[in-house]
Nanobody, 119 residues
Framework: QVQLVESGGGLVQAGGSLRLSCAAS????????MGWYRQAPGNQREWVAG?????NYANSVKGRFTISRDNTKNTVYLQMNSLRPEDTARYYC???????????????WGQGTQVTVSS
């Protein structure tokens, strides 16, 4: 079993910055992609950024958010700058890969961390 734990959320004023972290632990065999989704109240979960070695971003965050990984720590980060009220959401980390005992790759999810941007 692979567990993901996010941290770093909070309340920030518009224009401010936050850095989210997501650490994977447990019976990790191999993690391929890691990244972030977010979900605002009443909205569907929205992909934000992903790292497979290459990095990719949703258009809504491109140029403001930066994803990075430390593979030695099985940790992915999301540096969020120039935050806007519309970035307010619960941010969920994901990891695609194998835990020991998995016969096929699967997606693991964290519990999420709340980001609130005030205007």
């Amino acid at each position: 079993q692979v567990q993901l734990v996010e941290s770093g959320g909070g309340l920030v004023q518009a224009g401010g910055s936050l850095r989210l972290s997501c650490a994977a632990s447990g019976s990790i065999f191999r993690l391929n992609a890691m990244g972030w989704y977010r979900q605002a109240p009443g909205n569907q979960r929205e992909w934000v950024a992903g790292s497979t070695g290459n990095t990719n971003y949703a258009n809504s965050v491109k140029g403001r958010f930066t994803i990075s990984r430390d593979n030695t720590k099985n940790t992915v980060y999301l540096q969020m700058n120039s935050l806007r009220p519309e970035d307010t959401a619960r941010y969920y980390c994901y990891a695609d890969g194998y835990g020991f005992g998995d016969s096929a790759p699967r997606r693991y999810w964290g519990q999420g961390t709340q980001v609130t941007v005030s205007s």
